[in-house]
């Protein structure tokens, strides 16, 4: 069974929590932020909950349910990070998502270099809260989180990742291979 952590890390704002309402005339740039803080937070809600066996159990399926006909099993094929933000991105309300969505990390990338959403961390390209951080392993990206914050200063990036040492977890990281955004 699932286990949700009693003891939240830290590193994350204790009282997060989403405006009821959102109403009148939005530009694009605040209604794409609003929707990765929403991505964001349908995905924190499922922080501390652990795999079962190996990448099965609840959290796995709430992963994968949306993007697969298949059931997760023992055989361990659903490695479900990129289907955990994907599927906190569809909870969300993202229409864009069903059109980029991939169970694998580096097919996700592809597709969202492809419509010019992904970037490189610069001092005018900062990644915000819900931004999707991807990481490479061998030159190929294999990972995927949603970031919670950033630092310049330290270079630190906090984030929060599913199939994270088989968890939903907030990690710590210094390298990263790029970012992206989902605007709708």
């Known amino acids: 069974m699932s286990e949700k952590s009693k003891n939240k890390p830290e590193t994350i704002d204790q009282n997060l929590h989403l405006p009821t309402s959102y109403e009148g005339d939005h530009n694009f740039a605040l209604d794409s932020s609003i929707l990765r803080e929403n991505a964001f937070y349908r995905f924190y809600k ?32 659903a490695e479900w990070c990129a289907a955990a933000v994907c599927t906190a991105y569809l909870e969300a309300g993202s229409s864009q998502i069903k059109d980029l969505a991939s169970t694998n990390a580096n097919t996700l990338w592809q597709r969202l270099v492809k419509r010019g959403q992904a970037f490189s961390l610069s001092e005018s390209s900062i990644p915000a809260l819900g931004d999707l951080v991807f990481f490479e392993r061998n030159g190929k990206v294999y990972h995927v989180g949603l970031v919670k914050e950033y630092d310049p200063k330290t270079k630190q990036l906090i984030t ?17 291979h790029g970012f992206a955004h989902v605007t709708q």
Do not use: Q, Y
């Open 46 to 77: 499922h922080l501390g909950e652990k795999e079962v066996g190996k990448n099965t159990g609840p959290v796995v399926e709430w992963a994968m349910r949306p993007w697969s006909k298949v059931k997760p099993d023992e055989s361990g094929w």
């Open 160 to 176: 929060l990742e599913g199939n994270a040492h088989d968890a939903v977890r907030i990690c710590v990281r210094t390298t990263f």
